[in-house]
Nanobody, 123 residues
Framework: QVQLVESGGGSVQAGGSLRLSCAASGDTSKTGCMGWFRQTPGKEREGVAAITRDMTTYYADSVKGRFTISQDNAKNTVFLQMNSLKPEDTAAYYC?????????????????WGQGTQVTVSS
């Protein structure tokens, strides 16, 4: 089993920045790929960014150039640096982990999920 704990959400004005963290514990051999997803009420969970153990990164078009995913393998922690935030980035953000993931921004291959952290961007 893998446990994921997110932190760093909050409220910010448009144009501001936030940094999310996700600490993984347990059987971290099952965290070959780590991803960040977001969800707003009534909408499907959307892949935002993902990173593999070899540091390959993937981004949704909507966040390219504004968000950066990184990881500290020694600390089993993944980060999402979010800059130039827009009101449409407002959502609950979830960290996810999967051992073997082919569709890196698709939610269905991720086996483990954090509890989520809220990000609210005001205009």
């Amino acid at each position: 089993q893998v446990q994921l704990v997110e932190s760093g959400g909050g409220s910010v004005q448009a144009g501001g920045s936030l940094r999310l963290s996700c600490a993984a514990s347990g059987d971290t051999s099952k965290t070959g790929c780590m991803g960040w997803f977001r969800q707003t009420p009534g909408k499907e969970r959307e892949g935002v960014a993902a990173i593999t153990r070899d540091m390959t990164t993937y981004y949704a078009d909507s966040v390219k150039g504004r968000f950066t995913i990184s990881q500290d393998n020694a600390k089993n922690t993944v980060f999402l640096q979010m800059n130039s935030l827009k009101p449409e980035d407002t959502a609950a953000y979830y960290c996810a982990a999967g051992r073997w993931v082919a569709d890196h921004l698709g939610q269905y291959e991720y086996n483990y999920w954090g509890q989520g952290t809220q990000v609210t961007v005001s205009s």
